[in-house]
């Protein structure tokens, strides 16, 4: 059966090893959406880092966003809804990180009105934090200011760590406070409100439409897109995918570099 809304991760799924959304893939998300289908992104990313995204697809779907704690429609630039974990929360997580994880450091993601908003710094660091890769929108502030607001998630990052290393430390020591997944192997994991995950972001967003898990093809590659992997009546790894991301899906496609996405929508979609 024809699925009713595609979802899909962005880095190392929808985008290449250059970060560029290929003429094949552009064409079959094209045709997904004439075709009166929905498409949506299911991202990591904070709301900010989508317009590259869509200048490249050629139009604004909506965003799953900060791995689903963020619904973020950019054809408007508005927050449609956030998940946060309070300054309570923050500060129980960031004592047990930095207790069990020595030498780690600390940032959060916040949200304003929309991916731009100016009011309301959006990546705030604790000092000498080290980026896992390069992200020119840091604010630096003190510890007791990071953990000061709600923040949609929190980021440990200790370089020269592994992502899985870190976070089956951290899951013997975190229960109520919140969730732990991660996007890369490189020292950086992330925590989001309890409960939140693609799969519920993306449930958010298909539910008022009408659209059950069962008429819904996901697509991801790595531990933060199991959730929705496992949800969708449909979930399919990149060739290029994490062990755990391929466990959770119902089939492997080719790698993101080999137009893995469109490979599978062809199918439906020509």
Not at 81 to 107: F, H, M, Q
Not at 141 to 150: K, Q
Not at 151 to 165: E, Y
Not at 172 to 192: A, F, P
């Amino acid at each position: 059966m024809t699925p009713l809304l595609v979802a899909t991760d962005v880095d190392g799924t929808l985008l290449d090893d250059d970060e560029n959304v290929s003429p094949r893939t552009r064409s079959v998300v094209r045709a997904v959406i004439d075709a009166g289908a929905q498409f949506i992104l299911a991202t990591g990313r904070p709301p900010r880092w989508v317009q590259p995204v869509v200048d490249q697809l050629g139009f604004a779907p909506m965003a799953v966003c900060a791995n689903g704690a963020v619904i973020y429609d950019p054809s408007t630039d508005q927050i449609v809804s956030a998940r946060t974990l309070s300054a309570d929360v923050l500060g129980e997580l960031a004592e047990i990180a930095t207790r069990v994880i020595p030498g780690s450091g600390l940032a959060v993601e916040r949200v304003g009105r929309s991916a731009h908003d100016a009011a309301t710094p959006q990546f705030v660091s604790s000092p000498g934090y080290e980026h896992a890769w390069l992200n020119p929108d840091n604010t630096e502030v003190s510890v007791e200011d990071l953990l000061s607001a709600p923040a949609v998630k929190l980021l440990i990052r200790k370089s020269g760590a592994r992502s899985a290393d870190m976070a089956a430390a951290l899951a013997r020591h975190i229960g109520i406070e919140g969730d732990i997944t991660y996007s890369t192997n490189n020292g950086l994991i992330e925590i989001v409100p309890l409960g939140v995950s693609k799969a519920t972001g993306i449930n958010e967003v298909a539910r008022p439409l009408g659209i059950e898990a069962a008429d819904v093809v996901t697509f991801g590659d790595m531990p933060n897109d199991v959730p929705m992997l496992g949800w969708a009546g449909l979930g399919v790894a990149m060739g290029n995918a994490h062990p755990d991301a391929v466990a959770a899906a119902d089939e492997v496609t080719t790698t993101n570099a080999e137009d893995g996405v469109a490979r599978v929508l062809e199918r439906w979609w020509l």
